[in-house]
Nanobody, 124 residues
Framework: VQLQASGGGLVQAGGSLRLSCAASERTFGDLAVGWFRQAPGKDREFVATIRRSSATYYADSVKGRFTISRDNAKNTVYLQMNTLKPEDTAVYYC???????????????????WGQGTLVTVSS
C-alpha cells in the first residue's frame, strides 16, 4: 500500500489546516490509519489514529483540536487541525497497519506502511 500525505503549509497560530492521506489500494478500508508528527530534533510522536471500525484515538496534546476521519470510498483519511499552536509545527506522516491490539496504534509498531510526510508550520 502506498500512502500520499498532503495538505501541509504555513498557518498562523489559531488557524486551521486539513491534511489528507490517500492510499493506492482499496484494501485501505481494512486498515487502521494513523498520523504521527516529528519536530526538528525530536522523536516521531503519535497524533491520532482511526481504526477499521472508525473508532478514533488522539494524543492528549491534540484532543479537542484535531479530528481524524476516513472516506473509504475515496481511499482517504483526513486530519482536520483547528486552533493550531506553534508547538504543532512538525512534519506530519500518515501510516497504515492491519488490525491489532489498540495499544500498538499509539506507537510506530502498529503500522506497516508510511507516507512521505507533509510539513506543517505554525507561526506565532
Amino acid at each position: 500500500v502506498q500512502l500520499q500525505a498532503s495538505g501541509g503549509g504555513l498557518v498562523q497560530a489559531g488557524g486551521s489546516l486539513r491534511l489528507s492521506c490517500a492510499a493506492s489500494e482499496r484494501t485501505f478500508g481494512d486498515l487502521a490509519v494513523g498520523w504521527f508528527r516529528q519536530a526538528p530534533g525530536k522523536d516521531r510522536e503519535f497524533v491520532a489514529t482511526i481504526r477499521r471500525s472508525s473508532a478514533t484515538y488522539y494524543a492528549d496534546s491534540v484532543k479537542g483540536r484535531f479530528t481524524i476521519s476516513r472516506d473509504n470510498a475515496k481511499n482517504t483519511v483526513y486530519l482536520q487541525m483547528n486552533t493550531l499552536k506553534p508547538e504543532d509545527t512538525a512534519v506530519y506522516y500518515c501510516a497504515a497497519g492491519p488490525p491489532t491490539y489498540v495499544r500498538y496504534y499509539f506507537t510506530t509498531e502498529g503500522y506497516n506502511y508510511w507516507g512521505q510526510g507533509t510539513l506543517v508550520t505554525v507561526s506565532s
